[in-house]
T-cell receptor
Framework: AQSVAQPEDQVNVAEGNPLTVKCTYS??????LFWYVQYPNRGLQFLLK??????LVKGSYGFEAEFNKSQTSFHLKKPSALVSDSALYFC????????????FGRGTSLIVHP | NAGVTQTPKFQVLKTGQSMTLQCAQD?????MSWYRQDPGMGLRLIHY???????DQGEVPNGYNVSRSTTEDFPLRLLSAAPSQTSVYFC?????????????FGPGTRLTVL
């Protein structure tokens, strides 16, 4: 069975500093990996995904993520954090091979301090 | 496009009452699903559907029923509400596309069971 781990419940970063939100996964085969963001009292919104090809994926709002197959990780990064990036971030994995049901991590709360 | 819509936004029930949470999408998506979001638990899959007339159970199906009579609609029924069902409920949809498609989420329904 697939699983996703987001080891940090909360990440604190100062505005202007780089940020990283960690995600590791456990699936067999070649997975599809996603990041979603949830602002307060809203539904989840898609940020970016890795399907195949270049391991570095660029997404919305200046975010990017690197797929590392050997470390089974898909960390979310941004070079310079904004206060408006403060939100709840979810990593998700679909095993691939015809599967279509995503498994979500528990979420990481990102707090960017002015 | 309205995307994924959910009604109501808020609901308060008494223990034992029943109700239906509505979900509709206008993107002609085959896959629809219901999640509940609880603090520290992330998103947990309740039920899902891969097309009209086809539904299946997710991780936490007990106490909930679904049906899918049309591509657009996927209502979630609480048969006899319990305080443990107090949660925020999200509906999501995607094209199947072999699993690589993005999930689109509704704005959520905040349910309180007294």
């Amino acid at each position: 069975a697939q699983s996703v781990a987001q080891p940090e419940d909360q990440v604190n970063v100062a505005e202007g500093n780089p940020l990283t939100v960690k995600c590791t996964y456990s699936v067999s085969g070649n997975p599809y990996l996603f990041w979603y963001v949830q602002y307060p009292n809203r539904g989840l919104q898609f940020l970016l995904k890795y399907i195949t090809g270049d391991n570095l994926v660029k997404g919305s709002y200046g975010f990017e993520a690197e797929f590392n197959k050997s470390q089974t990780s898909f960390h979310l990064k941004k070079p310079s954090a904004l206060v408006s990036d403060s939100a709840l971030y979810f990593c998700a994995v679909i095993p691939g091979g015809g599967s279509y049901i995503p498994t979500f991590g528990r979420g990481t709360s990102l707090i960017v301090h002015p | 496009n309205a995307g994924v819509t959910q009604t109501p936004k808020f609901q308060v029930l008494k223990t034992g009452q029943s109700m239906t949470l509505q979900c509709a999408q206008d993107m002609n998506h085959e896959y629809m699903s219901w999640y509940r979001q609880d603090p520290g638990m992330g998103l947990r899959l309740i039920h899902y559907s891969v097309g009209a007339g086809i539904t299946d159970q997710g991780e936490v199906p007990n106490g909930y029923n679904v049906s899918r009579s049309t591509t657009e609609d996927f209502p979630l029924r609480l048969l006899s509400a319990a305080p443990s069902q107090t949660s925020v409920y999200f509906c999501a949809s995607s094209g199947l596309a072999g699993g690589a498609d993005t999930q689109y989420f509704g704005p959520g329904t905040r349910l309180t069971v007294l």
